[in-house]
């Protein structure tokens, strides 16, 4: 079956500018989590949606926001772009929330930030 | 302040030779962990976890162990294969405090060469 897709996977941005990632979880998935990964801190925590409820949130500014729709697809938005934000964005679901439940990473939408 | 440590960058093995990847950890709450493995250019894969209930879980070649009094974690591969040549991460979760499976706490990652 598909994996995690994810869109864009590459765009470039300029400072005050704002994006809107997608992620298109696996089939029949109803949690999809998002982290930010930079080479200096590793893969950070964003945001966790399960049937459109935002379940759990990471340490980062408002300006980060996301939301999950009935079909379980996710977006993230980051508004008011700056320098630090350029980093691979990765998108990850899994059937549940449950200890169970694997999480299948996609390949990341890799922003940069001029 | 990094709740989930992995405190060496990188580990050079000769093929056939175990490996020893190591991570430390600071909340104590923390009760699922995992290793998660990437390649360049793709997201990561799960490859074992363990709960804190645990000491050891063992997958083919991949062996995890745990221990919580030290809060330290080693992932074993044995024999190593040029294949396994990734960036391996630490990740983990207080799944009993109202963390989840998609609320992972991540280290800062170990990268892994085999040599042939």
């Known amino acids: 079956k598909a994996g995690v897709t994810q869109t864009p996977r590459y765009l470039i941005k300029t400072r005050g500018q704002q994006v809107t990632l997608s992620c298109s979880p696996i089939s029949g998935h109803r949690s999809v989590s998002w982290y930010q990964q930079t080479p200096g801190q590793g893969l950070q925590f964003l945001f966790e949606y399960f049937s459109e409820t935002q379940r759990n949130k990471g340490n980062f500014p408002g300006r980060f926001s996301g939301r999950q729709f009935s079909n379980s697809r996710s977006e993230m938005n980051v508004s008011t772009l700056e320098l630090g934000d350029s980093a691979l964005y990765l998108c990850?679901?899994?059937?549940?929330?449950?200890?169970?439940?694997?999480?299948?990473f996609g390949e990341g939408s890799r922003l940069t930030v001029l | 302040d990094q709740q989930v440590k992995q405190n060496s960058p990188s580990l050079s093995v000769q093929e056939g030779r175990i490996s020893i990847l190591n991570c430390d950890y600071t909340n104590s709450m923390f009760d699922y962990f995992l290793w998660y493995k990437k390649y360049p250019a793709e997201g990561p894969t799960f490859l074992i976890s363990i709960s804190s209930i645990k000491d050891k879980n063992e997958d083919g070649r991949f062996t995890v162990f745990l221990n919580k009094s030290a809060k330290h974690l080693s992932l074993h591969i044995v024999p190593s294969q040029p294949g396994d040549s990734a960036v391996y991460f630490c990740?983990?979760?207080?799944?009993?405090?109202?963390?989840?499976?998609?609320?992972?706490?991540f280290g800062k990652g170990t990268k892994l060469s085999v040599k042939p």
């Open positions: 990850a679901s899994s059937l549940s929330t449950s200890v169970d439940g694997e999480l299948f």
């Open positions: 990740a983990a979760s207080a799944l009993r405090y109202g963390g989840s499976q998609g609320n992972l706490i």
